[in-house]
Nanobody, 121 residues
Framework: HVHLVESGRGFVQAGGSLRLSCAAS????????IDWFRQAPGKEREFVAG????????SYADSVKGRFTISRDNAKNMVYLQMNNLKPEGTAVYYC??????????????WGQGTQVTVSS
């Protein structure tokens, strides 16, 4: 079975930092691009950051550019999201999702269960 498990949930004050991790198992990890999404209460899930299967290409939502950094370690089947200068609007459940590389127009193959991030003002 494939599992994506997020960790690093936390409660921080605005301006603080957190690092989220996404641990993958049961799949050939370097065949998948990995994206982070978040969903705030009462809002739709939104894209936050993405990283290609090799780690060579990254992308970010405008709202987090310059503050968040996505990275991956294929030897450990891990993806990380370093979040700096967090803002209250960053309060959300954060999810990682895997999509087979080369299938950017397809849906995601796997999702994690999410991890809560709360940013106080």
């Amino acid at each position: 079975h494939v599992h994506l498990v997020e960790s690093g949930r936390g409660f921080v004050q605005a301006g603080g930092s957190l690092r989220l991790s996404c641990a993958a198992s049961g799949l050939t990890f370097n065949r998948y691009d990995i994206d982070w999404f978040r969903q705030a209460p009462g809002k739709e899930r939104e894209f936050v950051a993405g990283i290609s299967w090799s780690g060579g290409v990254t992308s970010y939502a405008d709202s987090v550019k310059g503050r968040f950094t996505i990275s991956r370690d294929n030897a450990k089947n891990m993806v990380y999201l370093q979040m700096n200068n967090l803002k209250p609007e960053g309060t959300a459940v954060y999810y990682c999702a895997a999509r087979l590389r080369g299938k950017a127009d397809s849906g995601y193959n796997y999702w994690g269960q999410g991890t809560q991030v709360t940013v106080s003002s």
